[in-house]
């Protein structure tokens, strides 16, 4: 990003680029269409030449996101989508047909899994696996295999797939990595650095921070070189050889299948994105703080969080994301607390399915999520039945400490 640092690049991006009146952010554009005085600058716009025709490919408000967040990720090129899932689904449908392999994490988002099995289905091949550990990932590879997706910090149990080690692999094979930087995002962690082809952050989450607007990122890395990978259409294959998957991604996954981001929206997400080093420096602070309070709390059993020296790859946390690890803390309360009485007696905590905003949530979520999968599927990706995801947000510490430890004095 630019010589400057990470917050300086982003609250000035939009104001470099001259805008009229002196106004600091871009206009928000809500047109649905865009016309031209000239038919061949019209038909050159269809034919690739950068421009905007039909908003459902993108209008200039969501182009200024893409361009902060390819910079927030050190990434070659981005393409925005309405939500996080319709990202993935556009990555997943556009780049891998009938007979394909895909190895993926074992421990990732519920929905996320959910839309695998969609996949699987259709005829793609999937495997899931311990990628806490790349000897598994490598384990799992067939001949046809083309792609391998893992989260940075596994949403909700917090386990760290073995990132480095399975970028550097799936170089040496020539598969498609893809990192779901959600958890993380790039103030913690920029994909490319772990050797992603291609990076997904929800803008729900962190980036718009707010809870007021959804979105889904695709960011290219630069890394993967499509001359290599079979499934890109004749028609996409010319320009640099390192952009044909976004433009496939973009065409086949934007264009057609529709999930495109609304321009209010990517305005509401690009202000949040501003203040993202600041919240997530203090939401995990806060996370920190939580996580060492409680896991020595004689009512609970269990905390899992990357900053504790307990957790199975807390090296490996510090060794990626330096002093922080996080915002997100789950937590299996003692047995013999009823969990839907501890939480009905929280007053700070809010009760809701989200992460990533500035208030601090809570979910139980063997019980919503992962209930649709069941007992089996739940183990397999390490969901006990009382586990609590908990999205720490910046709130006062001391008040966020205070609600959890009255909620579990009258829970008894
Ligand atoms: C929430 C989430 C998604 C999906 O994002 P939406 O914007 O809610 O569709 C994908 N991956 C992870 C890790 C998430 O936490």
Request: charged content about 15%; aromatic content about 8%.
């Amino acid at each position: 990003m630019s010589d400057q640092g990470f917050t300086t690049a982003i609250v000035h991006s939009d104001r470099r680029a001259g805008i009229e009146h002196g106004a600091i952010h871009k206009p928000l554009h809500p047109s649905s269409e865009y016309a031209f005085n000239d038919a061949r600058e019209l038909a050159a716009v269809f034919q690739g030449k950068s421009g905007f025709t039909y908003a459902r490919q993108g209008t200039p408000t969501t182009a200024a996101l893409e361009t902060k967040v390819t910079a927030m990720e050190g990434g070659l090129a981005s393409v925005s989508f309405a939500t996080g899932m319709a990202a993935l689904t556009a990555i997943f449908f556009t780049l891998l047909k009938q007979g394909d392999h895909l190895i993926a994490s074992q421990f990732i988002f519920g929905n996320t899994n959910s839309l695998l099995m969609t996949l699987a289905g259709l005829g793609v091949e999937v495997t899931l696996v311990d990628a806490t550990d790349v000897e598994q990932v490598k384990a799992a590879k067939q001949a046809n295999t083309r792609m391998v997706f893992v989260e940075t910090i596994a949403n909700p149990g917090t386990q760290i797939a073995d990132m480095q080690n399975i970028g550097r692999w799936c170089n040496e094979e020539n598969l498609v990595y893809v990192i779901d930087n959600t958890l993380t995002t790039p103030w913690l962690c920029q994909g490319k650095k772990m050797g992603a082809s291609l990076v997904m952050n929800s803008l729900s989450k962190y980036i718009g921070g707010h809870g007021h607007a959804l979105g889904g990122m695709v960011t290219e890395t630069g890394l993967y070189d499509w001359q290599q990978y079979p499934n890109i259409a004749d028609v996409y294959r010319n320009g640099n050889p390192t952009s044909w998957g976004l433009t496939q991604i973009k065409k086949k996954g934007l264009r057609d299948m529709g999930g495109t981001l609304s321009s209010d929206a990517a305005h509401r997400i690009a202000v949040g994105a501003e203040t993202l080093a600041l919240r997530m420096e203090r939401s995990c602070t806060n996370a920190m703080a939580l996580a060492r309070t409680l896991s020595s709390h004689p009512k609970v059993a269990r905390v899992h969080y990357p900053g504790l020296p307990t957790h199975p790859q807390h090296k490996r946390s510090q060794q990626f994301f330096g002093n922080h690890h996080g915002a997100l803390v789950a937590i299996e309360l003692a047995p013999s607390i009823d969990v839907f009485d501890f939480l009905n007696h929280l007053k700070v905590f809010v009760l809701a399915t989200h992460l990533g905003d500035t208030r601090t949530l809570v979910l139980p979520v063997a019980h919503t999520i992962y209930h649709e999968m069941g007992p089996e599927r739940r183990a397999l990706m390490g969901i006990a039945d009382g586990l609590l995801r908990v999205s720490v947000g910046i709130e006062d510490i001391a008040d966020l400490i205070g609600d959890f430890a009255q909620a579990l004095e009258k829970a008894g």
